[in-house]
């Protein structure tokens, strides 16, 4: 069974996508889609520098996560995209606050762009130990 995701605590799509698909009949694991730092009221990319944009991405993350019936302590696998390798350590510095303990596993790639011109994206498998609807 598969059950799409969708909260307003995170940006709406912005394109033929779902937030996060949740597969029911799998042990309950959640395909969070790509999240890049944009503020969910007005939909505008964060001000600031890679620090500010990937509080907001993980915060996105977060908010996705918890509409499955999760948390980021159930996120098994997380990628990373960013548009400058040199912004790795400002990158995982930050993303070491969300997850300091019994971090996911990671893959982090330099892309040559993303949407809306942010410097970071991410998206991740979660594990859904709770039941939910649509939120």
């Not at 999240?35 to 505008?44: A, E, F, K, Y």
């Not at 971090?103 to 011109?117: I, M």
């Amino acid at each position: 069974m598969k059950e799409c995701i969708e909260t307003r605590q995170a940006p709406a799509a912005v394109g033929a996508y779902s937030q996060a698909v949740k597969i029911t009949d799998a042990g309950s694991t959640a395909y969070i889609s790509g999240q890049i730092p944009l503020d969910p009221q007005s939909g505008s990319l964060v001000e600031g520098g890679i620090e500010a944009q990937t509080r907001r991405v993980l915060d996105n993350l977060q908010a996705v996560a918890e509409a499955c019936g999760s948390s980021m302590h159930h996120v098994l696998k997380v990628s990373i995209y960013i548009t400058d390798m040199d912004n790795f350590s400002a990158v995982n510095a930050v993303y070491g606050e969300y997850f300091a303990e019994d971090p996911p596993a990671r893959a982090c790639v330099e892309v040559s762009a993303l949407p809306k011109g942010a410097g970071v994206e991410m998206e991740a498998v979660v594990h859904c130990p709770l039941s939910t609807g649509k939120r």
